[in-house]
């Protein structure tokens, strides 16, 4: 028998002695209770507040470099406590006034069954598309949302926000979709 017919005839370990395997047991249950990937669209309206959060936080780290050049500095330190509340501050005003809207992948069937659903039209295809965006948009924002935000708000989020925050919404449930958290190990 050569190498090549030894290596199609070789057959797969025994389920019981794969499922006795405690390592391969541990693994396979971290695996199926893996929970997708998931990311979060933050809206504030308050421009303000974004800069006095980035102010702050600039602030902030401004003076813990001047407090790694002078560890025994008192009066560093206490700058550092001050921009730490002034951060917090900021930090929380910014919070009560956004909205956080929440996405996350779907499973990979359900994604896919999802663009099939939503052909380009021809003028869309022949620009080099395999979907219609305007139709999978707000059905893709629906069902990836944590939130349980309808299509129909989907679609009238796409269709009166700006050019760009409507892109953005897109994006973030679409992004969610190709999001990978595995790394290729080295030897």
């Not at 057959?11 to 249950?29: G, I």
């Not at 102010?55 to 790694?68: F, K, P």
């Not at 779907?106 to 080099?128: I, M, N, V, Y």
Request: aromatic share 6%; charged share 30%; glycine share 4%.
């Amino acid at each position: 028998m050569t190498a090549t017919k030894a290596a199609a005839t070789k057959h797969a370990p025994p389920a019981a002695a794969v499922a006795a395997d405690s390592h391969w047991a541990a693994t396979q249950e971290r695996l199926r209770n893996r929970v997708r990937a998931t990311a979060k669209l933050v809206i504030c309206d308050d421009v303000n507040l974004r800069k006095d959060l980035d102010v702050a936080q600039y602030a902030l780290r401004r003076i813990n470099a001047e407090a790694a050049d002078r560890p025994d500095d008192q009066s560093v330190k206490d700058a550092v406590v001050k921009a730490e509340g002034e951060v917090e501050q900021a930090q929380a005003a910014f919070d009560e006034a956004s909205t956080v809207l929440t996405f996350q992948a779907l499973p990979r069937k359900e994604f896919e069954a999802l663009k099939k659903a939503h052909p380009a039209t021809e003028e869309q295809a022949e620009d080099g598309h395999d979907f219609n965006v305007e139709a999978l948009g707000p059905e893709l924002i629906a069902a990836a949302s944590v939130d349980g935000m309808p299509v129909e708000a989907a679609r009238e989020y796409l269709d009166t926000w700006s050019e760009a925050e409507a892109a953005t919404l897109f994006n973030t449930a679409w992004d969610v979709q190709q999001t990978t958290r595995m790394d290729l190990g080295k030897g």
